[in-house]
């Protein structure tokens, strides 16, 4: 299931870049997992041009799913893929035997990545013990780890995550999910030139990509995956104007969702582009209409 250590650096780099967009969960009304639904929507993602697919993130509402739920939603995932991109798996768990015993229920797939939380529960492990945390999960399951820097009161410093590469070699990267650039700079600036930068960061997906970052895993990656294709590319063509002007409609985009139900919205905005209509897991509101509304306005430049 798992790619050899001692070739992660280099496999980061190669397979672990550009859009690789978290998949939403095809929830019913009943909050029941809907067999079959993950399908229509890794479909939509891959004809899109993205170049992998996570699961069990939080636009995913991973933090949601129990250990049967789990196992089930990352075979169906692993399966609808069929190794057409990197397949990633993510782990948003409250201690490291959790993280160590889903990363073993993905036994038999070619798992690309974990993508890995900081515990995200009360209380906040020093930076000691966060390390060994990455790893033991990294020697534990072979597999080579992103860091998932999004939890508000266990957000690791830039110095820390530097810090936890250098020390756990399985560690090839990171999402950074913090709404700044100088953060993002910061990990270009010094990390290995073997690592992976993502940003998990919506409203600044253009100036990352100016910058250098390396993908993107966030929710309009999901919502709208063939723009920030689009985005990267012109970027890498040096084309600003292209990349500048897809940003602002993008962000008017963004400007219309609520992080409280933020999966809920990239939901809709997937069906408004042919996939099936599914719900978030109570206790995440629907979709109001007001919402559908603004969606609606400013998704229309967007794919018109």
């Known amino acids: 299931m798992e790619f050899p250590l001692t070739s992660s650096l280099s496999f980061a780099r190669q397979h672990l870049t550009g859009v690789l967009p978290p998949l939403t969960m095809p929830f019913d009304k009943n909050g029941e997992l809907v067999k079959g639904g993950l399908q229509p929507q890794i479909d939509f993602i ?108 266990n957000y690791l410093s830039v110095d820390l995550m530097l810090r936890i590469m250098e020390e756990v070699p399985g560690v090839v990267g990171m999402k950074q999910s913090g709404g700044d650039l100088k953060s993002l700079s910061d990990l270009l600036l010094h990390c290995k030139p073997e690592n992976v930068v993502l940003s998990g960061v919506d409203a600044l997906l253009y100036p990352g990509f100016a910058m250098g970052m390396h993908g993107a895993i966030s929710a309009l990656t999901t919502a709208v995956p063939q723009i920030v294709v689009r985005i990267q590319k ?71």
Request: aromatic content about 6%.
């Open 46 to 153: 891959i004809r899109s041009g993205a170049n992998g697919v996570v699961a069990g993130g939080s636009t995913g509402e991973g933090h949601t799913l129990n250990d049967a739920e789990f196992a089930s939603v990352m075979k169906e995932a692993y399966d609808a893929t069929a190794d057409r991109v990197p397949f990633l798996a993510g782990l948003i768990v409250q201690s490291t035997r959790a993280a160590i015993e889903r990363a073993n229920m993905l036994k038999g797939m070619k798992v690309a990545a974990l993508q890995v939380t900081p515990v995200h529960y009360l209380f906040k492990p020093d930076a000691e013990a966060t390390i060994e945390h990455f790893r033991n999960v990294s020697e534990a399951t072979g597999i080579p780890i992103l860091i998932y820097n999004v939890i508000p009161w």
């Open 234 to 304: 012109a970027v890498q063509a040096n084309d600003h104007e292209t990349a500048r002007d897809l940003h602002f409609k993008l962000n008017a985009l963004w400007n219309t969702m609520s992080h409280d139900n933020l999966p809920a919205c990239i939901k809709y905005i997937q069906h408004l582009q042919g996939t099936p209509m599914f719900e978030p897991r109570a206790p995440m509101m629907r979709v109001t209409e007001l919402q559908k509304k603004a969606i609606q306005a400013a998704l229309q430049p967007l794919i018109a």
